[in-house]
């Protein structure tokens, strides 16, 4: 079972949540630590950016989506204030404007979109990956995602023998909640799991290595999540072409549905001499 610790619950908080400052700022806390590389972990940046405007947005609204430019460097250890703008409100659908800083440099700008639940049809075509349960005994691998765990979500390997593949991941909240928009946050914070690191992969199998970084993201919420529950994380870098990457990633609930998706352009900083091949 989760863990339901008021310590676990102040983590996912922290991780990625936001201090309502004013109608139109929020400040984002960073302190639990940042990425490998210097700089914020971008989940986090879409989590809380997220979060900054669930205080505009009309009581019953949920996320519907949100899109993000990661425009300069960021610092751990530096909190973000976030600039909110209300730029529609409509009957069906509301439109926010978020801009976060670090000690006045932009760091990044999103749009969400939030809407008002209705009844529907209920459908998709993705079938959710054929993979075993979460693997959560103690001799399991770690996956290479644990440390973005921050003590508020558990990161594991699908069951199975042999050498485990980067992806697809199961992962779950360690503590329940009934927060709508603080369930979608942690999965936005999910949804950077990995992304700029499957580009990599699958660049360095075709061309060799190269250096990049996460240039826009973007996050579609198309159903409910219950994130204490454990849910599948798969993303597959789809294409290169010159200094662009193009990486999709899908979020399936243990019962097969699709909660998120995901798409993230990567700009490739540096390649190597040798030019790709068609796959």
């Known amino acids: 079972m989760p863990d339901s610790t008021p310590d676990a619950l102040a983590l996912m908080r922290l991780a990625v949540g936001v201090e309502v400052l004013a109608e139109d700022r929020a400040r984002g806390d960073t302190s639990l630590g940042g990425i490998e590389r210097p700089g914020l972990f971008g989940g986090q940046m879409v989590a809380q950016s997220l979060s900054a405007c669930a205080h505009t947005v009309p009581v019953d ?144 199998a075709i061309a060799g290595p190269m250096s990049s970084v996460s240039a826009t993201h973007g996050l579609w919420f198309h159903r409910p999540a219950r994130v204490d529950q454990w849910h599948l994380f798969d993303a597959r870098a789809h294409s290169f072409c010159g200094n662009q990457g193009f990486v999709r990633a899908s979020l399936f609930d243990g019962d097969g549905w699709l909660v998120a998706s995901v798409d993230q352009g990567v700009f490739i900083a540096r390649t190597p001499a040798r030019r790709g091949a068609m796959a």
């Open 61 to 204: 609204a949920v996320p519907d989506s949100i899109h993000v430019n990661f425009l300069g460097n960021s610092r751990a250890g530096a909190p973000i204030d976030f600039r909110i703008e209300r730029v529609r409100d409509g009957r069906a659908l509301q439109h926010r404007d978020v801009r976060g800083y670090q000690e006045d440099a932009p760091i990044l700008h999103a749009t969400i979109v939030s809407s008002m639940p209705s009844e529907g049809l209920n459908w998709q075509r993705a079938p959710i990956p054929d993979v075993g349960p979460p693997d959560t005994s103690p001799m399991a691998p770690r996956p290479w995602a644990q440390g973005l765990g921050w003590g508020a979500f558990e990161i594991v390997h699908p069951s199975g023998d042999g050498e485990r593949p980067d992806f697809p991941l199961w992962i779950r909240a360690r503590v329940p909640s009934d927060d709508a928009w603080l369930q979608c946050a942690a999965v936005a914070f999910w949804s950077d799991y990995g992304m700029n690191w499957a580009a990599r992969a699958d660049h360095d």
